[in-house]
């Protein structure tokens, strides 16, 4: 990457991580991190940034151009002595949308959203921006409708994020609405939730407290090699037959 693609490349992280990455639909958690993947996400979509890897990030840091970032492991944190993201509660919209994948909707529509990975759900101001956050995940995703402001006023937290989301905790099934599922979805979920995995022999008989011991993992490499011998000879009534076998032959 050369020197004006740099410089370019930083004062784009600049504004998407200090200024306004609610507009790009991220937000960071509140140690001011992100993971670099969903950090990616979004540049990515951005035109003339589709080619932006992690790679180019660090390159940033070895060239010694001052980003307002640094890279542990998997994350994004914001450096020390930035101000950390701050998300007031207030009073949302009428309406706020979060988008979600096909199978994952039939449980959203019994027992609600709930934070997952991460501290906060984001939701959109505009169904277009919902769409765009969620197809990083599912290519198709469904757009759901949030009550917000009637969620709100039952005790509901939301933290406005920007000019363009809102954070929550939570937001339980009845303020939720969305498309009708698909029949076939419908069944396909009732009938893996009705499926019972097999137990096993020794789970059936494993009584609280109790535990069994595995022999194949006996400490004892004697008794081990041992018991590998058995294994290959056989059962005992076995090995005694062909030891008459032996006998009648004269062996």
Request: positive net charge.
């Amino acid at each position: 990457m050369d020197k004006k693609k740099a410089k370019k490349l930083q004062k784009f992280l600049t504004y998407v991580l200090c200024h306004s990455p609610d507009e790009f639909g991220i937000f960071l958690d509140e140690d001011g991190s992100i993971a670099i993947k969903e950090l990616l996400w979004a540049i990515k979509e951005e035109e003339g940034w589709s080619y932006i890897r992690e790679s180019h990030l660090r390159d940033l840091i070895l060239l010694g151009f001052e980003v307002p970032y640094r890279l542990e492991g998997k994350k994004v944190i914001i450096q020390d002595g930035l101000p950390k993201p701050y998300y007031p509660v207030e009073e949302p919209p009428r309406v706020l949308y979060h988008s979600a994948r096909l199978k994952a909707c039939y449980h959203i529509y019994k027992h609600g959203l709930k934070a997952a990975g991460r501290p906060y759900l984001p939701l959109a101001r505009t169904r277009e921006l919902a769409l765009r956050i969620g197809r990083r995940r599912d290519r198709d995703p469904l757009v759901l409708e949030i009550s917000a402001r009637e969620a709100f006023f039952e005790g509901i937290i939301f933290r406005a994020h920007g000019t363009h989301m809102f954070l929550a905790e939570e937001v339980p099934s009845r303020f939720i609405s969305g498309p009708p599922l698909p029949e076939k979805e419908v069944k396909k979920t009732r009938e893996k939730k009705l499926r019972k995995p097999r137990e096993t022999e020794k789970e059936r008989d494993l009584l609280p407290g109790s535990f069994f011991l595995d022999l194949d993992r006996d400490p004892d490499l004697f008794r081990r090699k041992q018991k590998e011998k058995r294994k290959k000879k056989g059962p005992a009534w076995k090995r005694e037959v062909r030891k008459i076998r032996k006998k009648k032959r004269g062996f």
